[in-house]
């Protein structure tokens, strides 16, 4: 019986089955300890891996498992001849796959779709060829050019050899206009539509400067740069923008109908869409580096709002006169796009509104600029001469420019400078100067002052004083300043800034505006934490409001200088502290910045 225990614990060992019960004769006559004893010795003496045994037994049942799954499959399969089926691919014992056949009709019936597109490909040179020859002889135009500049003769490219280039060819096949009948057009319906939106542009870009308010600081996008900068950055990019879509195939469409005036078949917002448009690196090289020269400085005179009021009104005025005189010159096929009728626009009001000064490259050395300069006008007018010399010359100096578009430009700068400067009037009699601009009228009387003033044209005022001292040449720059800032408040106004400077009672503003006078009334409540209550009245034309942006802060406005800033130390005084070191204690309302109304 020994033996036999061993023998079948052994076995079991090998087997990797010693959770299996024992035979019935072991389990009925030997006791579990005595069991247990022969595992111990038989592990002892003939040791073995009975993890191993156990993984090999696992393996071999899953296998028979798979086995005998396999064998019931085969008797109850398609094979098995009760089911009538067919065998799938491959002899598939599971049968024929209906995705498997669904999938190969859907690729057989998409690869008969993409030959047969790619043949109306290959095949669509030939018909378009056939199309233009037919436009060709309804319209005269066309007819003046050799038929192989008109039908390009390009070879279509196989979708399957080179699939870049044929994707391209697409792109640009859908960007053309081949299906409209151009001979159809009269010269009324290719210039009037762009002269409506022409006249919407205008008014809305008269709109635009007349409302336009600067933002406050805070909410501004680049705090960090001057606003001028920023504006001329914003329009370049713009322009780097619209010449990146030119790369972009599947952007010409788009670009072909709004991005560039064609006289042949115009669209009407193409002439404000081609002021944004380049197509070669070289030109949008010449006119961004004008633009950022120019207009830094037109910017920082003008302001935001009339500086891209003038942008964009500048720009749509001289595509509007480019596709005018090529209409009516029947030069249809000649296309124009770029910034060039803008910028010169930037520079006719730049020069203009210099007219009279003395206009010096910053290059030159300053010995030679006494020699070397032009007032403004005079260089509007050698840029006008030249190119009206390049556009009527048979010897082109520059070729390939839109001098239509350039003048156009001109005219409208040299326009908007005109109307720009009209609005500013300066009289002076009896020594009572009375500046009136857009915002309004001011007078100021010097009648005390012993000076002369003179005219020495419309643009200049000249300021003399006879027989004068030391004092009398610092009474000159006085009236020179006087008079600059009676027009800088009718031009842009000044706005002053107090905050609120408190430790620990919080100063309360109350303003009304008194319906008698007219007058703005500041009533100031719990200052140092008192009951009374300190009021004030402000000058006439100064506006006074609280932030609504900035918490704890007074605006002081109007286009009195001498009101604003008296307005602004009338209140510091009425807060201010007696007998305390203004070092240490602070409490009261502060001019933090000075600032012009519309200029930032």
Request: proline share 4%; aromatic share 8%; net charge positive.
């Amino acid at each position: 019986m020994g033996n036999r225990i061993l023998s079948v614990l052994h076995g079991r060992r090998l087997e990797g089955t010693l959770d299996l019960n024992l035979p019935s004769d072991i389990k009925r006559t030997v006791r579990p300890k005595i069991i247990e004893h022969g595992l111990q010795w038989l592990r002892a003496n003939h040791p073995i891996d009975e993890d191993a045994a156990i993984l090999a037994r696992i393996e071999r049942e899953e296998k028979e498992e798979e086995e005998r799954l396999l064998r019931y499959v085969q008797e109850l399969g398609p094979q098995s001849g009760h089911w009538n089926a067919q065998l799938g691919e491959g002899g598939d014992i599971y049968g024929r796959s209906t995705f498997q056949e669904t999938r190969k009709v859907n690729e057989a019936r998409l690869l008969k779709e993409q030959e047969k597109k790619r043949k109306e490909w290959l095949e669509g040179e030939m018909k378009d060829r056939e199309k233009i020859k037919k436009q060709m002889k309804g319209n005269t135009e066309l007819q003046k050019y050799n038929p192989s500049a008109v039908v390009e003769a390009r070879p279509r490219a196989d979708p399957q050899e080179r699939p870049f280039l044929a994707w391209a060819q697409k792109h640009y096949i859908r960007a053309e206009n081949t299906d409209s009948d151009f001979s159809t057009l009269t010269t009324a319906r290719r210039i009037l539509p762009a002269l409506g939106v022409t006249l919407l542009v205008l008014g809305l870009c008269y709109w635009y400067a007349e409302t336009y308010q600067p933002p406050v600081y805070y909410k501004r996008m680049w705090k960090d740069l001057p606003p001028a900068a920023a504006t001329i950055m914003g329009l370049m990019a713009t322009n780097v923008g619209v010449w990146l879509l030119w790369k972009l195939p599947p952007a010409w469409r788009l670009l072909n109908r709004y991005f560039i005036s064609v006289p042949l078949y115009p669209y009407a917002m193409s002439v404000v869409g081609s002021v944004f448009s380049h197509q070669q690196v070289k030109h949008l090289l010449t006119n961004t580096v004008i633009l950022w020269l120019i207009g830094l400085r037109l910017h920082d005179e003008i302001g935001r709002g009339n500086f891209l009021s003038l942008y964009l009104s500048s720009g749509v005025i001289g595509s509007l006169v480019s596709l005018t005189s090529h209409v009516l010159l029947q030069r249809l096929t000649v296309t124009s796009l770029g910034a060039s009728g803008a910028i010169a626009g930037l520079v006719a009001a730049w020069c203009m509104l210099h007219s009279d000064d003395k206009l010096v490259p910053s290059f030159l050395p300053h010995d030679w600029r006494d020699s070397i300069s032009a007032n403004g006008s005079t260089v509007l007018a050698a840029i006008v001469a030249f190119e009206v010399f390049n556009l009527v010359s048979p010897f082109k100096v520059v070729g390939k420019l839109d001098n239509y578009a350039h003048l156009g430009g001109y005219f409208a700068g040299f326009v908007w400078a005109l109307l720009y400067k009209s609005r500013l009037t300066v009289n002076i009699r009896s020594r009572i100067v009375t500046v009136e601009g857009p915002r309004g009228k001011l007078t100021k009387d010097l009648s005390h002052i012993a000076v002369s003033f003179g005219r020495p044209d419309k643009n200049t005022i000249s300021i003399e004083l006879h027989h004068g001292a030391r004092k009398g040449v610092a009474t000159l720059r006085t009236v020179r300043t006087l008079i600059n800032n009676l027009i800088i408040g009718v031009t842009r106004g000044f706005l002053y800034k107090m905050r609120y400077v408190y430790a620990h009672f919080p100063i309360n503003v109350n303003i009304e505006k008194n319906s008698e006078t007219g007058n703005y009334e500041v009533e100031i409540r719990n200052f140092l934490g008192e009951k009374i209550v300190r009021r004030i009245t402000a000058q006439p034309g100064v506006e006074v409001i609280t932030s609504a942006n900035v918490k704890d802060e007074l605006q002081l406005s109007g286009n009195s200088l001498e009101a604003v800033s008296q307005s602004a130390a009338d209140i510091q005084q009425i807060c201010r502290v007696r007998n305390k070191d203004i070092r240490k204690f602070l409490d009261g309302l502060y001019v933090s910045e000075r600032t012009n109304i519309v200029v930032e």
